[in-house]
């Protein structure tokens, strides 16, 4: 699998010199993705546009803890699905997410399927599956994260399952931002859910302060979560209160990303406050350099869970973790085509002692395509 990737990128790295033989306003990698827009007539009365979207993450991930080493080769995310504009204010959307490597299932789960409703971008109405976002890796796209995976802080106080059946109501009346929304939080399955459980409800308010401190953003946003307790609930965490102030500083060089959140466990689940913060550094148009700082803090034991590669060497749980990410990102096409690497030193300890303390590093590298 793995060599079928590097073909991938090799040939698509190739259009880079490629692009220069092009006309100045479109490169190769513009007509490359192109092909995912299957058809656009704004002219049309009923359908204007029908696009392929979706995205394809390939990595390999090296593990060197006290606890043992592990490695591994995974297709992290295999997504597709059409994404349609009709009657020039509406788009309906679903996506399948793949499981390439193991073909037992194929099929893994629907993420989004909803319908969109907007005539500007100061009201968007979205209805059906959709991403709950708020925390600041939990609001960014997999396909636009800096470092190559969430922080643990959104591993445990976002929804990693991230897609609720629901309604939600957003938009942007500069400088302010906001987001509401209610979603479905009871048993889980491939598709939608069973309406079984409580509900989970989101406000999000943010400013940006850009063109008071001359700068390209300076967006400062204030998340509320909160959700009925419920014993049926495997959608989402068992929190029931939380709360995210994340701030998001960009300039054409540089840049950085800051959160602090809390939240309230319920049902065993103790109370949770974290902090975390990202410097970034442009070195090129392409290269750019990351570091991420994450501490994390249970106020009981066993309130924590590792990340995706940890937790396959240390299942357990902790009560204080903390972390240090160094990581380069070269972008190809922009979030579009990236090739991502980060080296990640973490520690958690378990004052319970019963399985959870965990030491050592992780560096993982991979392939990033997002499309259209």
Do not use: C
């Amino acid at each position: 699998m793995h060599r079928r990737i590097l073909a991938v990128v090799l040939l698509l790295a190739a259009a880079g010199p490629a692009a220069a033989q092009t006309t100045p306003d479109e490169s190769t990698y513009d007509r490359i993705w192109r092909q995912f827009t299957i058809y656009d007539d704004k002219t049309n009365a009923v359908v204007q546009r029908v696009q392929l979207s979706g995205r394809f993450q390939h990595e390999f991930a090296a593990l060197d803890t006290d606890q043992g080493d592990h490695d591994e080769w995974n297709t992290r995310r295999l997504r597709v699905g059409p994404r349609v504009t009709l009657f020039q204010h509406y788009t309906v959307a679903a996506e399948a997410e793949l499981n390439p490597q193991e073909h037992d299932p194929l099929y893994l789960r629907v993420t989004d399927v909803y319908v969109q409703w907007s005539r500007n971008e100061r009201l968007l109405v979205t209805v059906g599956k959709q991403g709950v976002a708020y925390t600041m890796d939990g609001a960014t796209s997999s396909k636009e994260l800096l470092t190559i995976d969430r922080s643990n802080l959104a591993n445990n106080i976002w929804f990693p399952q991230e897609y609720l059946p629901g309604a939600s109501v957003a938009g942007r009346l500069a400088p302010w931002n906001y987001r509401v929304g209610v979603y479905s939080s009871g048993t889980a399955n491939r598709e939608f859910g069973s309406v079984d459980g409580g509900t989970a409800t989101l406000a999000v308010l943010g400013y940006d302060f850009a063109k008071r401190l001359d700068v390209r953003q300076a967006l400062l946003s204030a998340n509320y979560v909160y959700q009925n307790p419920d014993a049926h609930n495997t959608f989402t965490r068992p929190l029931e209160h939380i709360v995210s102030i994340n701030f998001r500083l960009e300039e054409p060089a540089w840049g950085l990303r800051t959160d602090v959140s809390a939240a309230d466990g319920y049902l065993g689940q103790p109370d949770l406050w974290s902090v975390t913060a990202m410097p970034y550094y442009n070195v090129t148009a392409k290269l750019q350099l990351v570091t991420r700082y994450t501490y994390l803090d249970s106020d009981g034991p066993n309130g924590i869970l590792l990340g995706t590669y940890e937790n396959k060497i240390v299942r357990g749980r902790g009560d204080e973790y903390q972390e240090l990410y160094l990581g380069a990102n070269y972008f190809f096409y922009g979030h579009k085509l990236k090739l991502q690497s980060g080296l990640q030193i973490a520690d958690m300890n378990d004052r319970a002692g019963d399985g959870g303390a965990y030491s050592g590093a992780s560096w993982v590298t991979g392939l990033r395509i997002g499309w259209p």
